[in-house]
């Protein structure tokens, strides 16, 4: 089964830092990777996917990158409402694993 | 737009099976190149994919739950469902139905609001 090694765990930032989470597979998945964001008591929301395509609607300073293993999300300016947990998910196999989760909070 | 809505008992008997429906509006599950899921995720932890049925009806299953789950098509109601068997205390979680729009390996585009399930004697 596919791996998704998520780090850090948590982060704390300040408005207008630029965050970055980083995901790594244990074996090769392409680009077939995606992120998203939840808040508490909510569904996740696709942020990101097939490695960097921004989901419709979902602002600009959200970005992401990686091939192969090796991957990252990255907000370029946090705003007050970024500060949720983020998970990476691997569509490589229908095993859809998923990293264990960035919590983003206000430092 | 698709909605899905999650139904079914909010609390399980130990030994028992879990079932829950997804209810589909806005577009049918019968739709060429769709998949329909379940994801659970413990109070407190992170997402687990439980499995994906395909529109065909072709199913995928998490290789540590495959022993005690069956996901099934309902066409004529518009509507998927989860059946987890010989529960415990560690299958207490919230269960999202989804849906995956964009293919096999597409994210996860579409999530029900979920639906708590605790497994308590």
């Known amino acids: 089964d596919i791996q998704m090694t998520q780090s850090p765990s948590s982060l704390s930032a300040s408005v207008g830092d630029r965050v970055t989470i980083t995901c790594r597979a244990s074996q090769s998945i392409s680009g077939y990777i995606n992120w998203y964001q939840q808040k508490p008591g909510k569904a996740p929301k696709l942020l990101i996917f097939?490695?960097?395509a921004l989901e419709s609607g979902v602002p600009s300073r959200f970005s992401g990158s990686g091939s192969g293993t090796d991957f990252t999300l990255t907000i370029s300016s946090v705003q007050p409402e970024d500060f949720a947990t983020y998970y990476c998910?691997?569509?490589?196999?229908?095993?859809?694993?998923f990293g264990r989760g960035t919590k983003v909070d206000i430092k | 737009q698709l909605r899905l809505q999650e139904s079914g008992p909010g609390l399980v008997k130990p030994s028992e099976t879990l079932a829950l429906t997804c209810t589909v509006s806005?577009?049918?599950?019968?739709?060429?190149?769709?998949?329909w899921g379940w994801i659970r995720q413990p109070p407190g932890k992170g997402l687990e994919c439980i499995g994906t049925v395909y529109y065909q009806g072709v199913t995928y299953y998490n290789p540590s739950l495959k022993s005690r789950v069956t996901i099934s098509l309902d066409t004529s109601n518009n509507q998927f469902s989860l059946n987890l068997r010989s529960v415990t205390a560690a299958d207490t979680a919230v269960y999202y139905c989804?849906?995956?729009?964009?293919?096999?390996?597409?994210?996860?585009?579409?999530w029900g609001q979920g639906s708590l399930v605790t497994v308590s004697s």
């Open positions: 806005g577009g049918s599950i019968s739709t060429s190149g769709n998949y």
């Open positions: 097939y490695s960097s």
């Open positions: 998910q691997q569509s490589y196999k229908t095993t859809y694993t």
């Open positions: 989804a849906t995956l729009t964009r293919g096999e390996y597409g994210p996860i585009d579409s």
